[in-house]
């Protein structure tokens, strides 16, 4: 490809590692970081891959994170446990939570692993793969930014709030979705403005309250649930149990302390992990073998299953590489040599 | 209102509470029946309300619902408690669990609720709003008949699994809501059928996977999930946690076994409670004053919270009565009476 370089995603890691080590993140939390930014790339979704590197600079050069937060686990026996991120990125949190996590739904049949004060970009497919690695269910929410009117209002009040599910698939990938509860994500609305092309309608509403195709209006404006009641019904609840029930940070709140919605949200976040061999014990059924008979059957009428293209993605990185183009290998050289003097208002 | 009658909540109840015990059903099993159709009724919500009660009467008549079987409750100790409904109705199961879900729900920050081998008519808002007068946050799930392509695909393949979800609210009505995960609920487009009207786009496709506003033509090919393929995700979802994993009934061998959708479906349930006081401790803050933050703006904008209508309906039936039409009366009438035999097929 001209213009175009491949890298393996072994080496492509040791570069985005590198970048957030020479901006002053701390060991443990770079790699965590930048595990997750390079598994976005690699299974070649771009919102969440490479893409985030400049993202997460700002906010460290904004002061609004801190890089050498040491995320604190705080278990007190029970079904749940906390993790303190110190205001630092929310991977390694997770990171320090997951054992844990892990061991009280096996212990317990469900557990909950609470994370506060995180800097969060909401890459949560990456947590729910992992505690399906381990052969657990789970659930991930956490609020953002409140940039969308819930159905039937006009201003600005939910987060895009992301909702993640994963579920262990013997000898396959497994069964995961992560997506906004907005109809779009806010990045699709600003590179309509960028292109200059309206976006679809309904997708947000201007400052009137009245459906817009204009992305300017749309910013401007709110950004719309997805499914129209019922999906701001969903917001609404992920604001409850992943802002509220935590005494963390709801959407409109983090909107106010970060002053505007430029830098990465901060908040906490909520897992819920299941043991499906627990729950099902008394059944008498193997619950993964179960969930086969449903989740293999989607092709034959040709439906896909959630993550099938990010899964075909991340064979082929691996198998071939990941391909930068110039423009991004340009910008990983100059993060890396400049660090946060490589930003550009 | 000519050719209408007035009755109280608590007659209407004991009116469906007798017409269960006289068709042989248990009284603690008929007593909770009862006071889920009559909650249904009393809050307008009338495909829940007395409706309901043939469809109960015809799962009797046709032996696929133990009508004495006393729901066992199982306490491993862990965070799940289980309830073997035994074949019976769902709504004694998960009263025979309420209080031990709550308790371990307080004691370990969340616990789960698993219902085994139940028939269900899917108001699951009874249920997570109970929970919340308790001051419990809880999700209920549970799969129902496959009438519903995947996303992308064009074949009856999952349930209208309801997804429900209660918050308590101090001084108020709890924030609930509860709906079906396909656009439309199935008798939607029955209604569709029976008066001769087209139903909307994106309601069903054909038995082709083709769009279709024929309201026959839908009910033989696929209802479709509510928002896209993300509504799709989430009954999947469904599919996975409250079958699968308990080792109960998916949607599609709920209909296997009750040979056809014309009865209520038999499967479990899986309710997951969180205590919110529980959650929010070591932040210091208060969770509910937290949640009232959020849900007492959304009235500002002209936005509705899901169950408001309910509520004031409610409100409306305790002050001055519920209304039934004199059919609706005849029709109490004739199945206390005349029990099972009343059933016209």
Chains 1, 2 share one sequence.
Not at 30 to 49: F, L, M, N, P
Not at 221 to 239: D, Q, R
Not at 316 to 339: H, K, P, V, W, Y
């Amino acid at each position: 490809m001209t213009g175009h370089h491949l890298i393996t995603v072994e080496a492509l890691f040791g570069r985005v590692r590198a970048i957030f080590e020479n901006a002053g993140v701390r060991a443990e939390s770079a790699e965590a970081v930048a595990r997750t930014i390079v598994a976005g790339e690699r299974d070649h979704c771009k919102s969440h891959g490479i893409y985030r590197i400049e993202g997460c600079l700002r906010v460290l050069a904004a002061g609004k994170v801190s890089p050498d937060a040491v995320p604190q686990l705080h278990d007190s026996g029970k079904a749940v446990i906390e993790v303190d991120a110190g205001g630092g990125f929310a991977n390694p949190a997770f990171e320090t939570g997951k054992a844990a996590l892990a061991d009280r739904a096996r212990q317990s049949g469900l557990a909950a692993l609470v994370i506060r004060d995180c800097l969060h970009f909401s890459a949560l497919w990456h947590d729910v793969e992992a505690l399906a690695e381990m052969g657990l269910a789970s659930l991930s929410l956490c609020p953002s930014y409140a940039f969308v009117a819930p159905a039937g209002g006009k201003e600005p009040l939910l987060g895009t709030n992301p909702f993640a599910f994963g579920w262990p698939r013997p000898g396959d990938h497994p069964y995961v979705f992560d997506f906004a509860t907005s109809v779009a994500a806010r990045g699709e609305i600003e590179l309509h403005r960028r292109a200059g092309t309206p976006i679809p309608e309904g997708w947000a509403v201007d400052e009137d309250g009245e459906p817009t195709t204009d992305p300017n209006a749309a910013l401007n404006g709110a950004m719309l649930p997805f499914g129209g009641h019922k999906g701001s019904a969903i917001s609404t609840m992920i604001e409850l149990l992943a802002g509220a029930m935590l005494g963390e940070f709801m959407s409109r709140e983090a909107l106010d302390f970060m002053g505007g919605g430029n830098l990465l949200p901060r908040h906490g976040a909520l897992i819920v992990a299941f043991d499906p061999q627990s729950f099902a014990a008394r059944s008498g059924r193997d619950p993964l073998a179960e969930g086969e008979k449903l989740l293999t059957v989607f092709g034959a009428q040709g439906a896909r299953l959630p993550s099938e293209r990010r899964f075909k993605a991340r064979q082929q990185s691996q198998t071939n590489g990941i391909a930068l183009t110039d423009a991004e290998m340009d910008q990983l050289d100059r993060f890396e040599r400049e660090g946060l003097a490589a930003l550009i208002d």
